[in-house]
């Protein structure tokens, strides 16, 4: 029996994107439902039109890159953004084609959390960063380095959390973070 890959592709049951340097060569129509988009609107674009701001696009880039380059492969929970505007939890997986180059060819699942994982608390996108290092188990310091802040501004996002989230302490947020 032959296998018609195109129509596997397209009916999959997580959303599939092909991407050539961040742009969006080819996606299945569970990526168009998760994000409220055509196949032509899509299409083409960069994957900027995902993401709720630019500056969180130009963050991820930079932070995924180095991990695709060194193993050809990157996942997180992250906020995304439907075309409506809504934000919603969702989870990407991605495989550089070319680990040397990895933004150059590569394809991705998304996975909507949002039923699972609620967006809460309003948070800027630099809290939402910090928000995804804490959930990994990364300390003030290693988060600092990581985005080239310092240790201490990394601590001031930290109380700005926990206080959006009620949280007694660090272990609290966390869990109140994973939750939702």
């Not at 993401?51 to 050809?72: C, D, K, Q």
């Not at 802040?149 to 989230?165: D, F, G, N, P, W």
Request: proline fraction near 3%.
């Amino acid at each position: 029996m032959d296998i018609d890959y195109r129509l596997a592709f397209d009916l999959a049951p997580v959303g599939l994107v092909l991407s050539r340097n961040r742009a969006i060569v080819d996606c299945n129509r569970h990526v168009c439902e998760m994000f409220g988009a055509s196949r032509e609107l899509l299409v083409g674009a960069s994957f900027q039109v995902l993401y709720p701001s630019v500056i969180e696009f130009e963050r991820t880039g930079s932070r995924i890159a180095p991990i695709l380059n060194r193993s050809g492969t990157y996942a997180d929970n992250r906020i995304m953004k439907r075309a409506s505007g809504e934000t919603f939890w969702c989870h990407v997986t991605g495989r550089a084609l070319n680990p040397s180059t990895p933004h150059e060819a590569g394809i991705w699942t998304f996975e909507d959390l949002s039923s699972r994982r609620p967006v809460t608390a309003e948070r800027t996108a630099r809290e939402r960063e910090v928000a995804a290092y804490l959930m990994d188990g990364l300390t003030s310091k290693e988060i600092g380095k990581t985005l080239s802040i310092s240790h201490r501004t990394v601590e001031i996002y930290r109380a700005r959390l926990m206080r959006k989230y009620k949280a007694a302490n660090t272990g609290d947020l966390v869990h109140r973070l994973m939750a939702g």
